[in-house]
C-alpha cells in the first residue's frame, strides 16, 4: 500500500520548499496570487529548489485568464497545476455552474494538450457538515467528479463555507480553500469511494486530526495550509509562513496512520 500524499501551502521561497521537502512533505504548492506574478522569479527559484529536494511542486494560479496561465506555467514548469475555482455544488445553481463547467473543462484540456509533463490538480468544493440538502449537494459533486476526472490527475476536497441561503464570501473571493475549517466529512468519503482518480483531503487538516481523517477517510492524500501557518501575537495565522513543528507533527501523525493501516492491512 501506498503511503499518503502530503500537500502543504502555501510556500514562496526556496529555503522553506528545502526544508518541508526535508521533513517528508510530497507535494510543495505556491501560489500566484495575481496576473502579475506569472514571472516571479522568486517562486520559480522555489519551485526549482522543492523538485530538486526531491518533492513535487505545485501552482495555483488566482487568476482566469487562459494565455496568462499558460505563460506561467512555460515559465514555472511546475509538477502541477492546480485550478480552485469555486464550483457550487447546491442545487439551483446547476444553470449556472454548467457554463463555468464547460469553461474550466476546455481549459484543463489545453493544458493537457500543451503540458504533457504538468499534472491537473482540481478542487472540489464540499460545505461544512450540518447544511440542508445534501443529498442533492453530494449528487452534484459526483458529477463534477465524473465531468472532470478524464482531464484531472487529482481531485482536491477543500471547505465551501456558506449555504444555499446564505453564501458567505470565500477566503479569496472566487476561489475555494485557506478556511481552516473541515469540510462534511460523510460527503467527503463519498467522493474519495466514488473517484476514480486520486483524492486529496483538505479542510482544517492539522496534526490533531490528520492521523484520524487518513484512518477514516483514506483519502490517497491530505493537504494542510492555514492549520501548518505560523501565528501572529494574536494566533491568527501567517499567510505564506508555515510553523515546521506544525507541519513535522502533522507529518508524524500521517505517517503513523499510514503504519496503523498497513498492520491491519487497509
Known amino acids: 500500500m501506498k503511503n499518503t500524499i502530503i500537500q502543504i501551502y502555501e510556500v514562496q521561497n526556496p529555503k522553506e520548499g528545502e526544508a518541508l521537502a526535508g521533513l517528508g512533505v510530497d507535494h510543495i504548492g505556491s501560489v500566484l496570487t495575481d496576473s ?18 526531491g518533492a513535487k511542486s505545485g501552482l495555483i494560479p488566482l487568476f482566469k485568464d487562459p494565455a ?27 444553470a449556472t455552474v454548467a457554463c ?9 484540456s489545453e493544458v493537457k494538450e500543451r503540458f504533457e509533463r504538468i499534472e491537473i490538480m482540481r478542487s472540489l468544493c464540499v460545505p461544512r457538515a450540518g447544511v440542508s440538502q445534501t443529498d442533492g449537494i453530494q449528487k452534484n459533486i459526483l458529477s463534477f467528479v465524473e465531468r472532470f476526472a478524464p482531464v484531472s490527475a487529482y481531485f482536491l476536497i477543500d471547505t465551501l463555507i456558506g449555504h444555499p441561503e446564505d453564501q458567505s464570501p470565500q477566503p479569496v473571493a472566487g476561489y475555494v480553500g485557506i478556511t481552516g475549517e473541515r469540510c462534511d466529512w ?16 483538505a479542510g482544517g487538516i492539522s496534526g490533531e486530526n490528520v492521523f484520524e481523517a487518513i484512518t477514516t477517510l483514506k483519502p490517497a492524500g491530505v493537504d494542510s495550509c492555514t492549520k501548518t501557518n505560523a501565528a501572529d501575537k ?3 495565522p501567517v499567510r505564506f509562513k508555515k510553523d515546521m513543528q506544525k507541519v513535522q507533527q502533522l507529518v508524524e501523525e500521517a505517517w503513523r496512520a499510514d503504519a496503523l493501516l498497513r498492520l491491519n492491512g487497509k
Open 36 to 53: 502579475a506574478q506569472r514571472g516571479n522569479a522568486a517562486i520559480r527559484k522555489t519551485v526549482q529548489a522543492i523538485q530538486q529536494a
Open 68 to 94: 496568462i496561465i499558460f505563460q506561467a506555467l512555460d515559465y514555472y514548469q511546475p509538477d502541477f497545476v492546480h485550478f480552485c475555482d469555486v464550483l457550487s455544488p447546491f442545487p439551483g445553481d446547476e
Open 100 to 108: 463555468e463547467c464547460d469553461a474550466l473543462l476546455s481549459l484543463q
Open 186 to 201: 460523510n460527503i467527503a468519503g463519498a467522493i474519495i469511494k466514488a473517484s476514480p482518480i486520486p483524492v486529496i483531503l
Open 234 to 236: 494574536q494566533g491568527r
